[in-house]
């Protein structure tokens, strides 16, 4: 299995939970690179990392971007609230647990034990997904992609893990699934007009651009599916993610992503993104079942409805 760092975005989560503008789509310059995207787009060259962990450009010692590459540019996404809504409701919907309300309410300058305001307009998170290598520390993955190594025990939260005051962050595994917040990424005017600019092409696909999209999505799903027979579950994350960061599928196409993805994730432990994955398969395909034959007891765990 390769070591790689992916975003989720919008990853199993994000793509299915965050709204469609979340990210958006960059195509490289000549001779741009990523720390000069990075000051246009967040006004801050250091947020290079971002763009590289979203897009994989870090992975295997790193590689470097070229011209007419299309990069996933985070960014965050928001939210009209509407009536009723709790700060856990939304943490289960966009951030795939309700345990993560304080996440979303410290992002907006809120508590978690009063609900927010309807009507009021909220950001939500970009999460990116990081596929850790060996020897990989939670404190050099918050120094990366949050900038303070002491940050380590936010992803220890986040992500349902345990460190000690002793023995420091819990220790990290090649194909480990860490989910990594960005509450701190936020778009210069420059960004901005780039994103509604993204979101301009993706909504104005027309002219046979979601079939396209599509048909690479047919074409990808049954080399996802060997990929988990095979036990490649790492090149399954990292496939799975790309086909959800390709365009707009259909509901059948998202359901078999999402079930693959779901066993995939399973397999490497990351028990968060794989009940993300559970809930979005079912909202893609409220139908389905697992069989209690064939699917083995730890999948049925993480995803019991």
Not at 213 to 242: F, I, K, M, S, T
Request: hydrophobic share 45%.
């Amino acid at each position: 299995m390769r070591p790689l760092a992916l975003a989720l975005a919008s990853a199993a989560l994000a793509s299915s939970f965050a709204p469609p503008a979340s990210a958006f789509t960059h195509i490289v310059k000549p001779g741009e690179t990523l720390a000069q995207l990075a000051v246009r787009v967040y006004g801050d060259a250091k947020k290079e990392t971002i763009i590289a962990g979203a897009n994989a450009l870090d992975s295997q010692g790193g590689s470097a971007p070229v011209a007419g590459m299309h990069l996933e540019i985070p960014a965050p996404g928001h939210h009209r609230v509407a009536a009723g809504e709790s700060w856990p409701d939304l943490a289960l919907v966009y951030l795939g647990d309700a345990k993560r309300a304080d996440v979303l309410a410290r992002m907006n300058q809120a508590v978690a034990w009063i609900a927010p305001i309807e009507g009021q307009e909220i950001q939500i998170p970009f999460v990116l997904t990081v596929i850790c290598a060996e020897g990989e520390r939670m404190d050099q993955l918050a120094l990366r992609y949050m900038g303070d190594a002491n940050r380590a025990w936010e992803l220890e939260a986040y992500n349902g893990r345990k460190g000690t005051l002793t023995a420091g962050p819990s220790p990290l595994r090649r194909g480990d699934v860490v989910l990594v917040p960005l509450l701190d990424l936020n778009l210069t005017d420059a960004g901005k007009i780039e994103a509604r600019a993204g979101s301009d092409r993706v909504q104005s696909q027309a002219g046979g651009g979601v079939l396209e999209v599509q048909r690479r999505a047919d074409a990808e799903l049954p080399l996802l599916l060997a990929d988990v027979r095979g036990g490649r579950y790492v090149d399954a994350v990292a496939r799975g993610n790309r086909v959800l960061g390709g365009g707009e599928l259909t509901r059948v196409q998202l359901g078999v992503l999402h079930r693959a993805l779901l066993e995939a994730y399973v397999a490497l432990d990351a028990q968060g993104a794989a009940q993300g994955a559970c809930a979005a398969w079912h909202a893609s395909d409220p139908g389905g079942r697992l069989d209690p034959v064939m699917v083995s007891p730890k999948i049925r765990a993480a995803c019991p409805k």
